[in-house]
């Protein structure tokens, strides 16, 4: 069963721009989790961020944790082509297996 | 190091054949785990590994998936007399601890 549920599904902005992405998940969790799936590739982890963080950054990326609405946010600032991938946030509850949401389809023109 | 290695990367079979992909994980990673991705249907977790514990089968579909991990190490789902339904990217990730997992570029099962 899903977890978290990303929106948009989809999202299509010009090279500079920002892009956010937001995550909802139903239980308790241990941290949330953010990966990045290019097409015909595995998920390569962007950033993790604890139950009690609120707010984490990492280069162009930052990403927000609000557990009383059981949501987080993914911004990537000046976003480039390169940027062109699936997002998704994964939430960990005890340790073991992630549980993924559906992901957001990013597209970045030039 | 290398990361996480799996084969074959395409597998093309018809259905009722049985299948096994390899999933060769990260040295000195405790934890092994198996997904599955299919279009509408996003990242479904099917099994998990840690260490010599007993695994953690909670997410395979049916009984005829099964996945085995020899000596710590590398891991074999096997899915048997497969179904149309089967047909999707298989993902294997290991983990060290409570580090973040790491992926490998999965197995592509498409059952005819």
């Known amino acids: 069963s899903q977890q978290g549920e990303e929106d948009p599904q989809a999202l299509s902005i010009q090279e500079g721009e920002n892009a956010t992405m937001n995550c909802s998940y139903k239980t308790s969790i241990n941290n949330l989790q953010w990966y990045r799936q290019n097409s015909g590739r595995g998920l390569v982890h962007l950033i993790l961020?604890?139950?009690?963080?609120r707010e984490k950054h990492s280069g162009r990326l930052r990403v927000t944790l609000d557990t009383s609405k059981k949501s987080s946010s993914l911004l990537i600032t000046a976003s480039r082509a390169a940027d062109t991938a699936s997002y998704f946030c994964a939430t960990d509850q005890a340790g073991t297996a992630l549980i993924f949401g559906k992901g957001t389809t990013l597209s970045v023109s030039s | 190091g290398a990361g996480v290695s799996q084969s074959p990367s395409n597998k093309v079979t018809e259905k009722g054949k049985d299948v096994e992909l390899r999933c060769d994980p990260i040295?000195?990673?405790?934890?092994l785990y198996w997904y599955r991705q299919s279009l509408g249907q996003g990242l479904e977790f099917l099994i998990y590994?840690?260490?010599?514990?007993?695994?953690?089968k909670s997410g395979l579909p049916s009984d005829r998936f099964s996945a085995e991990r020899t000596g710590g190490s590398v891991s074999t789902l096997t899915i048997q007399r497969t179904q149309q339904e089967d047909s999707a990217v298989y993902l294997c990730?290991?983990?060290?601890?409570?580090?973040?997992?790491?992926f490998g570029d999965g197995t592509r099962l498409s059952i005819l």
């Open positions: 040295s000195g990673h405790t934890a």
């Open positions: 590994f840690q260490g010599n514990s007993a695994p953690d």
């Open positions: 961020i604890r139950s009690n963080e």
């Open positions: 990730a290991s983990s060290y601890m409570d580090q973040p997992q790491h």
